[in-house]
């Protein structure tokens, strides 16, 4: 099978991205691995795929698969690129999109100077849902590690599991080691991303995500908003965050309680190619 993609990336954090409405395509668990091989495929941290909705109000599905094959609830610096790409590709010609999600429906608003705005939806910390396994929901929770002894980190949903750890160095956090041990954790029973945050001020955070399935990237939207999130939960942040990222700068705001949360950020496009899978 020949496939047509196109590569694009949201601050650093890459997507191979398929239509999948204009040709047919079906991919397995090994093909997908096979298409995010930075050795022997395209390379990226996560697969996009573009179908047709099957739910009414939405104009498109919108389909995650992270870097080891398996297929995620959200990803919101994908998310922008999904919008740029249908709207560039005359798919639609709508500024303001829907998509269902495996992690519910998803507002997407292209902006005039080509950034995009992503409506990720209202934070969820009851911990069945994250899932976590805790009794009740807190604001942190004390983790006993194999490696690293207890850490003190906050639990939510963003329509995908996050853990955010609050530290003093986000350079000199051992993202991978701490967050490979957080990912796997029982208390975890679906695994879950694991973001290292540094407060600068109110407004400012630096951010390091391990996710799951893909490691340490470059950038991570929902991941960015879990931050921002807990920050603002903490009292340490106002609504209004910018969020610096290894592959850039993206923008959180969140009123708090009941509100969604809205993700702002850049959409590049790298390169476009066919590959026999």
Known sequence: MELQFTKMHGTGNDFVVIDAVSQPVSLTPDQLRR??????????DQVLMIERPSQAG??????????DGGEVEQCGNGARCFARFVHDRGLTTKDDIRVQTLGGAVGLCILPDGRVTVDMGVPRFDPAVVPFQAPAAAPTYELQTRDHGPVRLSVLSMGNP????????VASAP??????????????????????????DRDRIKLRVWERGAGETLACGSGACAAAVTGRRLDRLDEQVAVELPGGTVTIQWEG?????????????????????
């Open 257 to 277: 309680d009941d509100r969604p949360v809205r993700l702002t950020g850049p959409v590049a496009y790298v390169f476009e190619g066919r590959i026999e899978l």
């Open 35 to 44: 298409l995010a091989d930075r050795h022997l495929g395209v390379g990226c």
């Open 162 to 169: 996050h853990a955010v750890l609050v530290v003093d160095d």
């Open 58 to 67: 939405a104009d498109f599905r919108y389909r995650i698969f992270n870097a």
């Open 175 to 200: 993202v991978a080691a701490l967050g490979t041990e957080i990912g796997g954790h029982p208390r975890f029973p679906q695994g879950v991303n694991v973001g290292f945050m540094q407060v600068v």
